[in-house]
Every structure is written in C-alpha cells, then in structure tokens.
C-alpha cells in the first residue's frame, strides 16, 4: 500500500505540521535564488566563481532555512542582479531598502 505525503502529513501531530510549514516557508527564498540562477543559465560553479564561495556554500544558500542578507547580496550580484527588501507593517504599510539603487532589473512576465 502507498501512503502520499497528504495522508501521512494529516497523521501528524499539528505542532509537528507547524513546524514543517515554517521550515518550508524558510526554504522560498532559496527557492527563489535557484529559480533566477536557472533563469541567467548559470550553474552553482558559476555563481560559486563569481562570487568567490565554493559550490558546497551556493547549495547550502540555496537550500538554507536562513540566509544572510551579505549572502543573498554577493550571489545575486554573481548572476549580475541586486538585492531590493519589502519591509511590511501590520498596518499596510511599506518600506523599500534597495541595497543596490545604481542597477535597475525589469523582469519580463
């Protein structure tokens, strides 16, 4: 018999499923980071080179449930892009830190 992840997930005790939601919730930005790096084309070795880290340290980035910001900086900057943070209040409101305010990235939807 074959259980999937849904059945064997719902079996859990809810502390547990929290916790794996927050892991996976802290895994999006690495996700993200893999998604782009694919998108330029680049390999792990690449961005390893460019940004004067080893691979090992680009694939604990990638699947980190805490990056660095410095980190985030030096691999997005190995791939040619910039680093731009959303701060959210509870009230609505927001404020942009772009880290990076000479390069200006248009994404194509």
Not at 44 to 49: F, H, K, N
Not at 66 to 95: F, Q
């Amino acid at each position: 018999m074959r259980n999937d992840w849904k059945t064997l997930r719902a079996d859990l005790p809810e502390d547990v499923r929290s916790r794996l939601d927050e892991k996976r919730g802290a895994r999006r930005l690495g996700k993200a980071l893999t998604e782009v790096r694919k998108a330029m084309n680049a390999t792990q070795r690449d961005v390893a080179t460019r940004a004067a880290m080893t691979q090992n340290t680009v694939s604990k980035i990638e699947n980190a449930d805490d990056i660095l910001v410095s980190s985030v900086m030096r691999y997005t900057h190995s791939i040619g892009g910039g680093v731009e943070l959303i701060l959210k209040t509870p009230d609505g409101k927001a404020a942009r830190v772009d880290f990076d305010p000479e390069i200006s990235i248009k994404l194509s939807t």
